[in-house]
């Protein structure tokens, strides 16, 4: 993850140095204030966790959308709402190693988000402008609420893992807390605004999603006793609690199911298509 923004921190830096002196008039300019926009986001979405430790758009990248509303407040700052909608997955089965493969977990889930963040354009840029950038990479960060229910493969049909408690969750046999399925999640990511039309213009994103849970996969410590798994909640719960293709002498109860030190990511990927609204009658000046 950290590689990935220092890239695009350069990248978008060089570009920015590179541009500055091509595509502006050395004089202030005279732009509206402020406008406001409405976007539709289609890529795709994709996790970061145990069942996926580091892979970016792996063959589990799944389609998601979502829609956008900007509040441009001069051509550098922006606000903006967001709600979007993805699906995320993993499989064991498509890991390198060996022991993961053996572990022979596998969820999917679906991603419900609703997100404020705050933008900043790299060079001053105003979509529908002939004065300003052409186009400009940006960051931006915020916070959202996200909403996750992972679901698991057992004997050809899917169950709710988290009714399921496949470590104990809230049993009377562990001590291990229920996890909610809704979260806070931190936003932050990089794009690319382009000017394409009078009031139409295209970002290209990539945005990561810090979460505070471990459990966007339903995995995150060590095997319970299946037996009293079963007890509490049927064997259905036991079967996708292991599903080991081999297990030690004993079976697998207080080895390692996930790590606990790490916390899931989800990621969404793609393009915003946005049309500016309107833009009030007062104007800024904005230095070279």
């Not at 105003?126 to 004997?155: C, E």
Request: aromatic content about 14%; some cysteine.
């Amino acid at each position: 993850m950290k590689q990935i923004l220092t890239v695009y921190f350069f990248l978008f830096t060089a570009y920015c140095f590179a541009q500055e002196e091509h595509m502006y008039v050395p004089k202030p300019l005279e732009v509206k204030a402020s406008s406001s926009e409405v976007g539709l986001f289609l890529g795709g979405s994709f996790y970061n966790g145990d069942l996926n430790p580091s892979k970016q758009l792996d063959r589990f990248t799944r389609p998601a959308a979502g829609l956008i509303y900007r509040l441009n407040l001069n051509p550098r700052i922006a606000l903006r709402g967001s709600f979007s909608y993805g699906n995320i997955a993993g499989d064991d089965a498509y890991a390198t190693q060996e022991s993961q493969r053996n572990r022979n977990l596998s969820f999917k889930s679906y991603i419900y988000e609703v997100a404020v963040e705050g933008e900043f354009n790299f060079l001053p840029y105003a979509t529908g402008s002939k004065k300003l950038a052409i186009m400009s990479p940006y960051v931006f960060a915020g916070v959202a609420v996200f909403r996750f229910d992972p679901m698991g493969s057992y004997q050809g049909r899917y169950y709710d893992l988290h009714a399921l408690s496949t470590e104990g969750e809230g049993s009377s046999f562990t001590n291990v807390k229920q996890y909610s399925l809704t979260q806070f999640a931190l936003p932050f990511g990089v794009g690319m605004k382009i000017n394409t039309a009078k009031r139409i213009g295209v970002n290209l994103e990539w945005g990561l999603r810090k979460t505070f849970t471990d459990y966007l996969d339903d995995v995150s410590g060590n095997y319970v006793n299946p037996i009293l798994l079963a007890q509490a909640k049927g064997p259905v719960a036991a079967g996708l609690s292991d599903k080991s293709l081999t297990q030690e002498s004993g079976g697998d109860v207080g080895r390692q199911r996930g790590n606990p030190n790490t916390k899931d990511w989800y990621t969404f990927v793609g393009i915003i298509i946005t049309l500016k609204l309107n833009g009030n009658a007062n104007s800024c000046v904005v230095p070279h």
